[in-house]
């Protein structure tokens, strides 16, 4: 099982971390996305990362905001994002792609199909 948390109500500029727990099943060898559906809006890929944490995505207009890093021995994988907008609101979702065991660490699927194992998402709210 999947959970995101971390989310909040912050000022335009401000930050905040999310962090995809896992309970029950390693996330150690399969890439993990964040995800973002905001109100009326399609689910987007916000970032994702591979098992080992050598390749990553970003969406262009989070790059240079937003930093994703995993710690596989606390099967933890980290959203850190800055200078956060309003249009960065929304629910966000972390998923897994357990579909895939990946040990060379290149595999990041793009696209939210390439997902799996979808855990609950946590709120991010920017507005002064």
């Known amino acids: 099982q999947l959970q995101a948390s971390g989310g909040g109500v912050v000022q335009p500029g401000g930050s905040l971390r999310l962090s995809c727990a896992a309970s029950?099943?390693?996330?150690?060898?399969?890439?993990i996305g964040w995800f973002r559906q905001a109100p009326g809006k399609e689910r987007e890929t916000v970032s994702c990362?591979?098992?080992?944490?050598?390749?990553?995505y970003y969406r262009d207009s989070v790059k240079g905001r937003f930093t994703i890093s995993r710690d596989n021995a606390k099967n933890t994988v980290y959203l850190q994002m800055n200078s956060l907008k309003p249009e960065d609101s929304a629910v966000y979702y972390c998923?897994?792609?357990?579909?895939?065991?990946?040990?060379?660490?290149?595999?990041?699927?793009?696209?939210?199909?390439?997902?799996?194992?979808w855990g609950q998402g946590t709120q991010v709210t920017v507005s002064s």
């Open positions: 998923a897994a792609a357990v579909g895939v065991a990946d040990f060379s660490g290149t595999y990041v699927p793009e696209a939210p199909h390439g997902y799996q194992k």
């Open positions: 029950g099943d390693t996330l150690e060898y399969h890439a």
């Open positions: 990362i591979s098992s080992t944490g050598s390749t990553t």
